[in-house]
C-alpha cells in the first residue's frame, strides 16, 4: 500500500489549503482513513479521521476550520483546512491502519 499526500506549501494566517492523498491498492474503500501532523520538535498528533462509512472526527484544535472528505473512486481522502493559524504548521501525513505517507509540509505565517 503507497500513499501519497501533496497540496502543502506557505500560506498566511487566514487562508487556506487543500491537502490530498492518493492511496494504492484495493484497500482503500474499506478502511478507515487518517491525518495526522507534526509541528517542529513536536510530536506527532491526530488531526480528523473518516471511516469507510463516511464518519468524521477531529482534534478540538481544527473542529470547525478543518474538513475530511473522501473520494472512493479516486482512491484519495483530503483535508480541506480554512481559518488557518500559525500553530497549524507542521509536516501532514496520512495513514490507514499502519501504512503512513511520507507527509506533505504546510506552513502558515504570521
Known amino acids: 500500500v503507497l500513499l501519497v499526500e501533496s497540496g502543502g506549501g506557505l500560506v498566511q494566517a487566514g487562508e487556506s489549503l487543500r491537502l490530498s492523498c492518493a492511496v494504492s491498492?484495493?484497500?482503500?474503500?474499506?478502511?478507515?482513513m487518517h491525518w495526522h501532523r507534526q509541528a517542529p520538535g513536536k510530536q506527532r498528533e491526530f488531526v480528523a479521521t473518516?471511516?469507510?462509512?463516511?464518519?468524521?472526527n477531529y482534534a478540538d484544535s481544527v473542529k470547525g476550520r478543518f474538513t475530511i472528505s473522501r473520494e472512493n473512486a479516486k482512491n484519495t481522502v483530503y483535508l480541506q483546512m480554512n481559518s488557518l493559524k500559525p500553530e497549524d504548521t507542521g509536516v501532514y501525513y496520512c495513514?490507514?491502519?499502519?501504512?503512513w505517507g511520507k507527509g506533505t509540509l504546510v506552513t502558515v505565517s504570521s
Open positions: 495513514r490507514t491502519v499502519v501504512y
Open positions: 491498492g484495493t484497500i482503500f474503500a474499506i478502511k478507515d
Open positions: 473518516i471511516t469507510s462509512g463516511g464518519s468524521t
